[in-house]
């Protein structure tokens, strides 16, 4: 069993790169290879997408998302996070949106490495390990 120290950091995908998937588009081999999780915020903006658009199709196809990676809960000191993260972006005088500054808070919480397609948003976020979807 590795230690704590030889662990592998967690790799975390926001929503644009779960939807990148749930479109049939492969991730990236350097992504594929580590193993993925996605925060509840993600699962809930998923989820939202499933019930606006809807079908049963679109519902399985989450459901076998959800099957390749782990789920990681949101709490107490996630949300101080965000908080943390929301007063420093008002503060000069930006913004990301609520879901973005919750998924943000979560990967600083638990120090990982955030998967999306949507830097300009998450750049922001002083101190958050970014891993683009596309390399281009």
């Known amino acids: 069993m ?13 929503t644009s790169a779960c939807v990148e998937v ?3 588009r492969p991730p990236p081999r350097r992504i ?3 193993s993925c999780s996605v ?7 998923l989820w939202g997408g499933v019930f606006h658009r809807g ?8 459901q076998l998302l ?12 996630c949300a101080r996070e965000t908080g943390r993260i929301l007063g420093l972006l008002a503060q000069s005088g930006q913004s990301i949106g609520d879901f973005d500054a919750q998924i943000a808070g979560h990967a600083l919480h638990l120090k990982a490495t955030l998967v999306t397609l949507n ?8 101190g958050l390990h970014l891993l683009p979807w596309r390399t281009n």
């Not at 590795?2 to 926001?14: C, F, G, N």
């Not at 830097?119 to 002083?126: A, C, I, M, S, T």
């Open 119 to 126: 830097l300009k948003h998450f750049e922001r976020v002083p």
């Open 22 to 24: 749930l479109r049939g």
């Open 55 to 62: 079908g049963p199709n679109e519902e399985r196809k989450l």
């Open 39 to 45: 925060s509840t915020i993600v699962l809930a903006e």
């Open 32 to 34: 594929a290879a580590r």
């Open 2 to 14: 590795a230690s704590p120290r030889e662990e592998q950091p967690v790799i975390m995908l926001d």
């Open 66 to 77: 959800l099957e390749t990676v782990a789920i990681i809960d949101f709490d107490a000191a």
